[in-house]
């Protein structure tokens, strides 16, 4: 069965510290790679996507993240937080197969406080 | 364009009763999936629907149901409800297979 897993399931930094949330996932095959955010009281919402080309993935905020395939990883960075980044941050994967649809499997999240 | 928008946004239903959740995807939309998330468990997806049909279901028992219209509007049934289903249901929309989802507001289920 797919899975995808999160490991910090909470985190607390200060502002500007560096961020690195990991997630894992388990399919083997061709995927697609998201990480949505959720502000407290809003939508989730897109912070970045792999598809394919450079693994080195820019996103909005400035957020990055990484796909590396041999690790089943797509670890979510950011080299400097700041207090309007307190929101849980869910990564998810989509296989990619011709006709099977839009599954998308969802890690728990990991809910990121920063204190100013 | 108008975002998903999800109806009614607050539940309050008691044990046994059934309900039923609407979600518009946005215009051109074809694809609508709908989630259950609660705390430490995150988003369960429930199923997909895709013109009309259901093209992928999650793990949730019967009692868990969906259609969509040829508007590509969808809706989600809970039937004979039980306290465990008192969740945030959020319905999400896309363009194509595998691609972005633009997520509603979702509507908070309280089963008493």
């Known amino acids: 069965a797919q899975s995808v897993s999160q490991h ?33 009281g809003q939508h989730l919402q897109l912070l970045l996507k792999y ?14 993240a990484e796909f590396i395939k041999s690790k089943f990883s ?21 296989k990619r197969v011709r006709n099977t649809g839009n599954q998308f499997y969802f890690g728990t999240g990991t809910s990121l406080t920063v204190i100013p | 364009k108008a975002g998903v928008t999800q109806t009614p946004r607050y539940l309050i239903k008691t044990r046994g009763q059934q309900v039923t959740l609407s979600c518009s995807p946005i215009s051109g939309h074809r694809s609508v999936s709908w989630y259950q998330q609660t705390p430490g468990q995150g988003l369960q997806f429930l ?19 969906g259609r969509q219209f040829s508007n590509s509007r969808s809706e989600m049934n809970v039937s004979t409800l039980e306290l465990g289903d008192s969740a945030l249901y959020l319905c999400a929309s896309s363009s194509t297979s595998a691609n972005e989802q633009f997520f509603g507001p ?7």
């Open chain 1, 8 to 40: 910090n399931h909470h985190v607390i930094l200060s502002e500007a510290a560096s961020l690195e949330l990991g997630c894992n996932y388990s399919y083997g095959g061709t995927v697609n790679l998201f990480w949505y955010v959720q502000y407290p």
């Open chain 1, 51 to 64: 598809f394919s080309g450079d693994p080195l993935v820019k996103g909005i905020k400035g957020f990055e």
């Open chain 1, 74 to 94: 797509f670890n979510l960075r950011k080299p400097s937080v700041q207090w309007s980044d307190t929101a849980e941050y869910f990564c998810a994967v989509t």
């Open chain 2, 47 to 65: 199923f997909e629907y895709f013109s009309e049909t259901q093209r992928n279901k999650g793990n949730f028992p019967g009692r868990f149901s």
């Open chain 2, 106 to 112: 979702g509507t908070r289920l309280t089963v008493l």
